[in-house]
């Protein structure tokens, strides 16, 4: 049972373009979503996050949407540069009996090309 | 600051015998959490403390999979006998209590089981 699912294993973009990475999930109960960056040989990296009552977040570069209707959110990144290729994890907060729980999505591998 | 520290950053063993792992969490952090992250897939949440309590370990094989965190600070978690299905790189998080949700990840140690 994939609550939270990312489609798309890898993207490849030009650096300078625009990157869009999608996610989508399945339980109407999450409160916040986040997208975590991660290198080869690294553990996650916090990039940004946004809160269900919330539509759009923007930070720098870094900007996600959140369509709740479609329960779909999506990572922008522009422009796109090298040090950006990465693997991208979409994760959604879920409160069950006061605790705070993540639910990952499966990843999308990031590619920049020069 | 510091980050989160876990050690080995590699392992590998035969099924059937035991290992263990460590993290010290960032200074402060009353949550801490271990994940297991298969290739090609995200982190699966295994088990949650809140200081030295445990607050969510539902998806904790507890047939062969045992975790601690004693004084609320550092944590072990073991598992015994291992199995080739458990490898995977083994992710601790930590958090503030009052955060913005985000979670801090260590580096990770990778398993393989032969």
């Known amino acids: 049972d994939q609550q939270v699912k990312q489609n798309s294993p890898s993207l490849s973009v030009q650096e300078g373009r625009i990157s869009i990475l999608n996610c989508d999930y399945t339980?109407?109960?999450?409160?916040?979503f986040l997208w975590y960056k991660k290198y080869p040989a690294e553990g996650p990296t916090f990039l940004i996050s946004i809160s269900s009552i919330k539509d759009k977040n923007e930070d720098g570069r870094f900007t996600v949407f959140l369509n709740k209707s479609a329960k779909h959110l999506s990572l922008h990144i522009v422009p796109s540069q090298p040090g950006d290729s990465a693997v991208y994890f979409c994760?959604?907060?879920?409160?069950?009996?006061?605790?705070?729980?993540?639910?990952f999505g499966q990843g999308t591998r990031l590619t920049i090309n020069p | 600051e510091a980050g989160v520290a876990q050690s080995p950053r590699y392992k590998i063993i035969e099924k059937r015998q035991s290992v263990a792992f460590w993290c010290n969490p960032i200074s402060g952090h009353a949550t801490l959490y271990w994940y297991q992250q298969i290739l090609g897939q995200g982190p699966k949440l295994l088990i949650q403390?809140?200081?030295?309590?445990?607050?969510?370990d539902s998806q904790l094989p507890k047939d062969r999979f045992s975790a601690e965190r004693l004084k609320g600070v550092d944590s072990t978690l073991k598992i015994q006998p291992a199995k080739l299905e458990d490898s995977a790189v083994y992710l601790c998080?930590?958090?503030?209590?009052?955060?913005?949700?985000?979670?801090?990840f260590g580096p990770g140690t990778r398993l393989t089981v032969t």
């Open positions: 339980n109407s109960m999450f409160d916040y």
């Open positions: 998080a930590s958090s503030a209590r009052d955060s913005r949700y985000e979670q801090y």
């Open positions: 403390f809140q200081n030295n309590g445990v607050v969510d």
């Open positions: 994760a959604a907060r879920e409160r069950i009996q006061g605790a705070q729980k993540l639910v």
